[in-house]
């Protein structure tokens, strides 16, 4: 097997930091309208929150559009393909090996960025919260056409029940996703990949000889 060496590799292009980015902004403001909206704060009066809240849903629906048809028309799908492989090593890291010094069991590679344990919850989030967050959503936003159907309120009910706990599963993963920036490296070296493009990543020789001649300003000296 040809021994890997660690390089600095542009993994995450400008889009998919455009992406990251502005989906965490709009994500914010929607948890913060949401809360507002549910009587946990009254910082932003009910008629504007509702406003704020629908753009912001709409906004990021239309992200997630093109950020669906940019990942499987770049390939870059694959990095959110779950593996079983290592999955257990990177669990107990999570859970005690991080509070004992350990290193982290999962080195990034140039076909996996993500290590099992990210990419099962990645694909989890986009299977199945994201769309239930945005489905009930547009059904709850588009009440009007279905109300004179029979029980359109206690539907109304189900449907805004199930929003509110897909709403707080995110809020949660948020929290976790956070909370996991400040453990291990320090915050920043964390960050500074999702701002600058490059992150450490395992290469193999015949990888590095590939982006040294095809796609050099992808790989720092």
Request: glycine residues 6%; charged residues 15%.
């Amino acid at each position: 097997m040809s021994e890997l060496t660690e390089r600095k590799v542009k993994v995450y292009p400008r889009f998919e930091r455009f992406w990251h980015w502005t989906q965490m902004a709009l994500i914010f403001v929607l948890l913060f309208t949401g809360l507002g909206l549910n009587g946990l704060h009254g910082l932003v009066p009910f008629g504007p929150a509702v406003m704020l809240h629908t753009i912001a849903a709409l906004a990021l629906i239309v992200l997630w559009v093109f950020a669906i048809f940019w990942h499987f028309t770049t390939g870059t799908w694959v990095h959110y393909v779950p593996s079983t492989k290592g999955l257990w090593q990177v669990a107990k890291f999570y859970t005690y090996g991080i509070f004992k010094g350990e290193h982290h069991p999962y080195r990034k590679a140039y076909w996996r960025k993500h290590n099992p344990l990210q990419a099962l919850t990645y694909l989890a989030l986009k299977l199945i919260l994201f769309p239930a967050i945005w489905i009930s959503g547009l059904i709850y936003l588009t009440y009007n056409f279905w109300e004179t159907t029979p029980d359109a309120s206690f539907w109304l009910q189900v449907v805004a029940n199930l929003h509110i706990l897909a709403a707080y599963a995110i809020a949660a993963f948020v929290v976790a996703h956070v909370y996991l920036l400040t453990v291990g490296h320090s915050f920043r070296e964390h960050v500074r990949p999702m701002i600058t493009g490059y992150d450490t990543v395992a290469l193999t020789p015949e990888e590095v000889a590939y982006l040294e001649a095809d796609e050099p300003a992808r790989i720092k000296p």
